[in-house]
């Protein structure tokens, strides 16, 4: 069974450009979640997506964006790049997302983006 | 909200040493309890997990942890570690607010090196 994929692995953008990135979850999971890792503040909540709407939300500004598409897929999009987003983009996916409890996350390699 | 905390943030062994790792996480009702590994370069691996029944859980590569509900504790246990441990840990924790969607809430991690 394929591990969830995300891609691009690494990206290099300019401060002010937009960006996506992609996640591809293990077929049959329907829960995409997406996290920043950065070496301060360890791994932080984006956000979920369950069926293509999204379900829980943390505290990022309006900047991050995501969907999830009918085949599970996600994209999460960060707008108007800024140093400080540098960091290490996770994608987890798992069966029925955190909403249900007993269900385990798997993450992928992550999307390292550097903003100069 | 949910949080989770990880007292110790890096943590020098000798090969052979006994290690364990605290986690506390705050919330007082049903929870999922996790250890996830970042080895470098590798994406998030789950150690072990505790979903219900017996307290005392084991993993891969020989770690286990030990879920104690009254010090709302889950600490990462090893009786002898090896060079190839050396890796991030992350205490994780997901639980259900009156229902509603919740998420993985990540402690900041471990960073463990194991010396020859």
């Known amino acids: 069974k394929a591990g969830v994929t995300q891609t691009p692995r690494y990206l290099i953008k300019t401060r002010g450009q937009q960006v996506t990135l992609s996640c591809s979850p293990i077929?049959?999971?329907?829960?995409v979640s997406w996290y920043q890792q950065t070496p301060g503040q360890g791994l932080q909540f984006l956000f979920e997506?369950?069926?293509?709407?999204?379900?829980n939300k943390g505290n990022f500004p309006g900047r991050f964006s995501g969907r999830q598409f009918s085949n599970s897929r996600s994209e999460m999009n960060v707008s108007t790049l800024e140093l400080g987003d540098s960091a290490l983009y996770l994608c987890?996916?798992?069966?029925?997302?955190?909403?249900?409890?007993?269900?385990?996350?798997?993450f992928g390699q992550g999307t390292r983006l550097t903003v100069v | 909200a949910q949080s989770v905390s990880q007292h110790n943030h890096h943590v020098i062994l000798s090969e052979a040493a006994s290690l364990e790792l605290g986690c506390n996480y705050s919330?007082?009702?049903?929870?999922?309890l996790f250890w996830y590994v970042q080895y470098p370069g590798q994406h998030l691996q789950l150690l072990l997990k505790?979903?219900?029944?017996?307290?005392l859980v084991k993993g891969i590569k020989g770690f286990e942890a030990e879920f104690i509900k009254s010090k709302f504790s889950f600490n990462l246990r090893k009786p002898s570690v090896q060079w190839s441990d050396t890796a991030e840990y992350f205490c994780?924790?997901?639980?259900?607010?009156?229902?509603?969607?919740?998420?993985?809430?990540f402690g900041t991690g471990t960073r463990l090196q194991v010396t020859l």
């Open positions: 987890a996916s798992s069966l029925t997302g955190a909403a249900s409890l007993n269900t385990e996350a798997f």
């Open positions: 077929s049959g999971h329907r829960s």
């Open positions: 997506y369950f069926s293509e709407t999204q379900r």
């Open positions: 919330y007082g009702g049903t929870v999922n």
């Open positions: 505790y979903f219900s029944g017996d307290p």
């Open positions: 994780a924790v997901n639980a259900l607010h009156g229902g509603t969607a919740s998420k993985l809430t």
